[in-house]
Every structure is written in C-alpha cells, then in structure tokens.
C-alpha cells in the first residue's frame, strides 16, 4: 500500500482546507489516521478514524474544528480542517495500519501504522 497525501497550502487564520490521502491498494479494513510535524516538533496524532464507519478519534487540540472521514470504495482519507490557526502549521502525514484490524480499531499512536504517505504542508499565517 503507498498512501499519497495532498491538499496542503498557505492560507489564513480562520480558514479552510481539505486534505486527502489517496492510497493505491486496499484500505477498506485498515485503521487510518492523521498526524502532523510542526517544525523543530516531534510528529503528534492529529485524527484517526476506523475502517467501519462512525468510530473516529481525535486529538484535543483540534476537536471540533477538524473532521476525519473517508471513503473506501475510492481508498481515500479526507481530513476537513475549519477555524485554523497559526499553530496548527505542520507537516501532515496520513497513515494506514495493517488490514484485518477490529473494525472499531483507531490508534492515536504511531506503532500500529506501517504505512505512510510523504506529507504535505499547511501554513497558517496570522
């Protein structure tokens, strides 16, 4: 499985993006999730979502403002960000367990992913 992330960009305080992660097999009964490097920063959870539907989880740093959501008969992962803010400029990568996972399965660590995509940048200027 490769995982292609995109939809970042520069935008302002208050504003909103979408990204998408668009993976190249089957990701229809992996965990998938979202998480961010801000810079001179360890990478953090942002969002993870499980592969059955309704069973998302998300960091307190963006609750409310970001939602998760995805759709497996196209193999992608969304995450809409509203209200941003300059702290939430980082590198966000998306993330895929491995298949066969519970379907209630929705990490908010790093370890049970073992697929990655390579990132794409969003700024936030104030």
């Known amino acids: 499985v490769q995982l292609q992330a995109s939809g970042g960009g520069l935008v302002q305080t208050g504003a909103s993006l979408r990204l998408s992660c668009a993976a190249s097999?089957?990701?229809?009964?992996?965990?998938m999730g979202w998480f961010r490097q801000a810079p001179e920063k360890e990478r953090e959870f942002v969002a993870s979502?499980?592969?059955?539907?309704?069973?998302?989880y998300y960091a307190d740093s963006v609750k409310g403002r970001f939602t998760i959501s995805r759709d497996n008969v196209k193999n992608t992962l969304y995450l809409e960000m509203n209200s941003l803010k300059p702290e939430d400029t980082a590198v966000y990568y998306c993330?895929?367990?491995?298949?066969?996972?519970?379907?209630?399965?929705?990490?908010?660590?790093?370890?049970?992913?073992?697929?990655w995509g390579q990132g794409t940048l969003v700024t936030v200027s104030s």
């Open positions: 097999g089957f990701v229809s009964r992996n965990a």
């Open positions: 979502i499980a592969w059955s539907r309704g069973f998302a």
């Open positions: 993330a895929a367990t491995t298949g066969g996972v519970l379907s209630t399965y929705a990490p908010d660590r790093e370890s049970p992913y073992i697929y």
